[in-house]
C-alpha cells in the first residue's frame, strides 16, 4: 500500500519512471539476505525507500507474533545493511506508531520511544520497527551514512489488504460494512468499546511526506532531530473514536442499519494521537480529510473485489 502510493507520489513529481525500481513480494524476498544483496550489486540504487512490511491488525499481531517480529526485524536488517555495503547514502525507514508505550502521554512525542510498556497486542512489531529506528541511527553514527526514519500514524487508502481477520480498522470496516449492506442485514458489529481513539493518515500523504522528507536537505533534517532521537512522526494532527469512525465508514458505504460493539474484544492502544512539532516545523501538511479519504479507500477496496484495481502492488507482506 505504501509502497505504491510512493511510487505514484515520485510519477506525480516527474520522476522518470525508468529510474524507479521495484519488486514485489514474489519477485523478491526481502527476508532472504543473499537474495537482497544480488538485489542491490545488480540495481545499484542511489536512494532507497524501505516501506515494505509485514503488517496487520489486532488479530493478526496477537495470533502471529513470531512472524510479525521475525519477519519484519529481517526486511529491516537485510535492506538496510545491504544499502550501506553496496553505498547507498540516503535512505528513509518507515516505521509505525506502535513503538510507543500503550500509555504514552498524549499527543506521542517522539522523545516517548524506549519510555514505558509496549502494547502487549503489538509488542513484537513494534520492537522489530524500533530496531529498524536504531538500525538507521547506528549506521548514521557509525558511517556518516543518512538513514532517516518516518513514524507514520495509522495509514489506509487504495491498495490495503482487506483480509476478513488480519486487516486494519478502516479495511475491516469498509469490508464489514460493504457486505452487510449488500445482505441487507440490520446490525453491524464492531470489535471493542468504541472508545479507544485513533489517528488515522491517507496513504497518499503518508507517500508526499515520505518524499517530503527524504528530500530535506540534511542540515533541516538534521535540526530538527538528535543523533539517537532521529525519527519524526507523521499523521494527521486529530483523532477520532472508533465509534465515530464506525458511523463515517457506514455513511461512506451507504449502510443504514445499527452499530453494535463487542466489548470481549480488545480495544488495544487506549489513544494514539501523534505529537506533530517536528513535522510541522519542517512546513508539511496532510491534505486528505477522514470522510474523502474513506471514499477513495471504499472505491477502490470494490476494484480489488471485481479484479479491476490498478494500484502497484509494491509490497507483497501487506496483501495475505
Given at each position: ?67 510479525f517480529i ?97 486487516s486494519h ?118 491534505r486528505v ?32
Open positions: 500500500m505504501v509502497g505504491g502510493a510512493i511510487v505514484r507520489t515520485l510519477l506525480a513529481q516527474g520522476v522518470d519512471a525508468a529510474n524507479i525500481v521495484t519488486r514485489s513480494h514474489a519477485e523478491l524476498d526481502l527476508t532472504d539476505q543473499s537474495a537482497v544483496q544480488e538485489f542491490f550489486a545488480k540495481e545499484k540504487p542511489g536512494r532507497v525507500y524501505l516501506a515494505a512490511a509485514k503488517v496487520g491488525g489486532i488479530h493478526a499481531n496477537n495470533t502471529y507474533p513470531a512472524e521475525y519477519e519484519n526485524l529481517m526486511v529491516q536488517a537485510n535492506v538496510i545493511h545491504a544499502a550501506h555495503v553496496h553505498g547507498v547514502q540516503q535512505l528513509l525507514f518507515l516505521g509505525s506508531s506502535c513503538i510507543y508505550p500503550k500509555l504514552a502521554p498524549q499527543p506521542m512525542a517522539e522523545s516517548a520511544l524506549l519510555t514505558g510498556t509496549l502494547e502487549p497486542t503489538n509488542e513484537p512489531y513494534a520492537v522489530a520497527k524500533i530496531a529498524g529506528i536504531k538500525l538507521c541511527e547506528s549506521y548514521n553514527r557509525q558511517y556518516g551514512r543518512d538513514y532517516r526514519s518516518v513514524m507514520p500514524t495509522n495509514l489506509y487508502g487504495p491498495g490495503d489488504n482487506y483480509h476478513p481477520e488480519n480498522v478502516i479495511p475491516a470496516l469498509l469490508r464489514r460494512f460493504h457486505a452487510a449492506k449488500q445482505a441487507g442485514a440490520q446490525e453491524v458489529s464492531v470489535w471493542g468499546s468504541g472508545t479507544a481513539r485513533r489517528e488515522f493518515l491517507y496513504v497518499d500523504d503518508m507517500a508526499a511526506a515520505s518524499v517530503f522528507v527524504m528530500n530535506l536537505p540534511p542540515e533541516i533534517y538534521q535540526a530538527q532531530v538528535q543523533p539517537q532521537l532521529s525519527h519524526i512522526n507523521v499523521g494527521f494532527g486529530s483523532d477520532v473514536t472508533i465509534a465515530e469512525l464506525a458511523a463515517t465508514v457506514a455513511r461512506v458505504v451507504g449502510y443504514e442499519g445499527r452499530i453494535s460493539y463487542d466489548r470481549s474484544k480488545p480495544d488495544g492502544t487506549p489513544r494514539k494521537l501523534m505529537d506533530l512539532g517536528r513535522q510541522n516545523a519542517l512546513g508539511w501538511q496532510a480529510g477522514l470522510e474523502q479519504g474513506l471514499s477513495l479507500a471504499y472505491q477502490d477496496m470494490q476494484q480489488q473485489q471485481g479484479g479491476a484495481s490498478t494500484h502497484v502492488d509494491w509490497n507483497g507482506h501487506q496483501r495475505q
